[in-house]
């Protein structure tokens, strides 16, 4: 069974520019959180949808934003992108009715904005 | 100050040794407690989870939590050089379908040598 795919792998951008980062979450899923790890810290959550619907916000500024498709896929837009918004960018799924914050992660998406 | 405390390391220990790991926190309203393990370029990795005090194990990994003193620790026993990773705990307030916001600790790096 597949887990949690997260596209691209790797990235390279100028400043100024936009990315898209793109995650499926496993099957039956309907969670979708995003994290953004810069190197030697922790994760720190961005966004959490939950279908389709956006459950929760971190404290990024508003260039970052994110959607939920039908299928539960998820988009991450970040704009005018900084050189201090290179980071991994996490994207983490979860089963609702759990009751717990179980969260599975995808390998990620390494942004390098230069 | 920030919500969640964990010694950056890095750590060293001989093949065999019993590790410990652990977090502080300063959030009363966090119930539930996680242990990841990350291996470089990969993300992260659910090993425990514990909900409220006390004490969980799961083979050679032991998850205690002290909710008085907001502490808790992942004890590792008969280390292996496999065991060489990151190690995130990771704490949340809420279920239901709020799920997606965990809030992790710096992480500590541990290296296991032959």
């Known amino acids: 069974d597949a887990g949690v795919t997260q596209s691209p792998t790797h990235l390279i951008k100028t400043r100024g520019q936009h990315v898209t980062l793109r995650c499926s979450p496993i099957?039956?899923?309907?969670?979708v959180s995003w994290y953004q790890q810069v190197l030697g810290q922790g994760p720190q959550f961005i966004f959490q949808?939950?279908?389709?619907?956006?459950?929760g916000r971190g404290n990024f500024p508003d260039r970052f934003s994110a959607r939920q498709f039908p299928n539960y896929s998820s988009e991450l837009n970040v704009n005018a992108l900084l050189l201090g918004d290179s980071a991994l960018y996490l994207c983490?799924?979860?089963?609702?009715?759990?009751?717990?914050?179980?969260?599975?992660f995808g390998a990620g998406s390494r942004l390098t904005v230069l | 100050q920030k919500e969640v405390e964990q010694d950056p390391g890095p750590l060293s220990v001989p093949e065999g040794a019993i590790v410990s790991l652990n977090c502080t926190y300063s959030?009363?309203?966090?119930?539930?407690f996680m242990w990841y393990r990350q291996y470089s370029r990969k993300g992260p990795e659910l090993l425990m989870y514990?909900?409220?005090?006390g004490n969980k194990e799961d083979g050679r990994f032991t998850a205690q939590v002290d909710k008085s003193s907001k502490y808790i620790s992942l004890f590792i026993r008969d280390s292996q050089p496999s065991d060489s990773a990151t190690y995130l705990c990771?704490?949340?307030?809420?279920?239901?379908?709020?799920?997606?916001?965990?809030?992790f600790g710096q992480g500590t790096i541990l290296t296991v040598h032959p």
């Open positions: 514990t909900y409220s005090s």
């Open positions: 099957s039956g899923h309907k969670s």
């Open positions: 983490a799924s979860s089963l609702v009715g759990t009751g717990a914050n179980v969260l599975t």
């Open positions: 990771a704490m949340s307030a809420r279920s239901g379908t709020s799920y997606g916001k965990l809030t």
């Open positions: 959030n009363s309203a966090f119930q539930y």
């Open positions: 949808y939950y279908e389709k619907e956006e459950r």
